[in-house]
């Protein structure tokens, strides 16, 4: 009997988030069980600042539960996780859960971002909670919203600075993340990469959207789910990426639009 192969392994080690206020400087610090992230509470004005296409930016805190609001249309929803060893795919990942940031945005002229099938509106009627991919009914939303220049909702980098500027808002609770020893996260979960040699290899076929307007999808970026040093399915014009199981569970995919 031919023996299975481990390729490569990954953990991941999961912080649950049970507080998340503002406050003095961003933060995701040990509190009681749990863990309680604090957001600079000017944030806004910073994130803002970071574009010269943005013409205001909104940070709000929404509470479990909280979600009959209006919104603009969504550009993407995702954790907040850092490598504390290794590459994507491998090694260790330490992530937040319990708090995810959503991302939306709309121009002066009232054209949504991203908007292929727009998803503005009220977010209880737009969002489907409690699903994979999504927040639940128990997790906080860190919503941040910009209005942008006219014009600049159909081109590549009005979103694309959209995405850098909630990079710099997660920086910093990354970097508090990352800190953390082993034994001090709420669960942990490890997964292989094997092979079975002489059995049937198998494939997953995923399409994404890479359109050349404003449709893109990123990967390999510096960390899961981020946006940082990633890459472009636009720019390596659609050609055929392959990931290993633990790359696709290890957040190695990030989408530009909801």
């Known amino acids: 009997?031919?023996?299975?192969?481990?390729?490569?392994?990954?953990?991941?080690?999961?912080?649950?988030?049970?507080?998340?206020?503002?406050g003095a400087a961003t933060s995701f610090v040990k509190d009681g069980d749990y863990y309680k992230m604090t957001i600079k509470k000017d944030i806004a004005e910073d994130l803002k600042k970071s574009s010269d296409l943005f013409e205001d930016l909104?940070?709000?805190?929404?509470?479990?539960?909280?979600?009959?609001?209006?919104?603009?249309?969504?550009?993407?929803v995702f954790p907040?996780?850092?490598?504390?060893?290794g590459n994507l795919g491998e090694g260790i990942t330490h992530t937040i859960t319990g708090a995810y940031v959503m991302l939306t945005g709309v121009d002066t002229n009232g054209r949504q971002i991203c908007a292929f099938g727009n998803s503005d509106g009220w977010m209880d009627e737009k969002v489907t909670f409690n699903q994979p991919g999504t927040p639940s009914d128990e997790d906080y939303i860190i919503l941040v919203d910009v209005l942008i220049k006219e014009g600049y909702a159909t081109k590549r980098i009005g979103p694309d600075a959209c995405h850098a500027a909630c990079e710099?808002?997660?920086?910093?609770?990354?970097?508090?993340?990352?800190?953390?020893?082993?034994?001090?996260?709420?669960?942990?979960?490890v997964y292989r990469d094997l092979i079975h040699p002489g059995k049937k290899k198998v494939c997953v076929v995923k399409?994404?959207?890479?359109?050349?307007?404003?449709?893109?999808?990123?990967?390999?970026?510096?960390?899961?789910?981020?946006?940082?040093?990633?890459?472009?399915?636009?720019?390596s014009v659609g050609s055929p990426i392959i990931l290993s199981p633990n790359e696709y569970r290890d957040g190695a995919l990030r989408c530009l639009y909801g």
């Not at 649950?16 to 503002?22: A, D, P, Q, T």
């Not at 909104?58 to 909280?66: A, C, D, H, S, W």
């Not at 449709?215 to 970026?221: E, I, M, N, Q, V």
């Open 1 to 22: 009997m031919n023996e299975e192969i481990v390729k490569r392994q990954l953990t991941i080690r999961s912080f649950h988030c049970h507080e998340v206020v503002f």
């Open 207 to 235: 399409l994404v959207s890479g359109q050349g307007a404003m449709y893109d999808t990123h990967y390999f970026a510096k960390d899961p789910s981020g946006f940082t040093d990633s890459r472009s399915i636009i720019d």
């Open 80 to 85: 907040i996780s850092v490598k504390a060893l």
């Open 168 to 189: 710099i808002m997660c920086e910093p609770l990354r970097a508090n993340l990352k800190k953390f020893r082993e034994g001090s996260e709420n669960e942990k979960h």
């Open 58 to 76: 909104t940070v709000k805190i929404l509470k479990p539960g909280e979600h009959h609001v209006k919104i603009n249309s969504v550009m993407d």
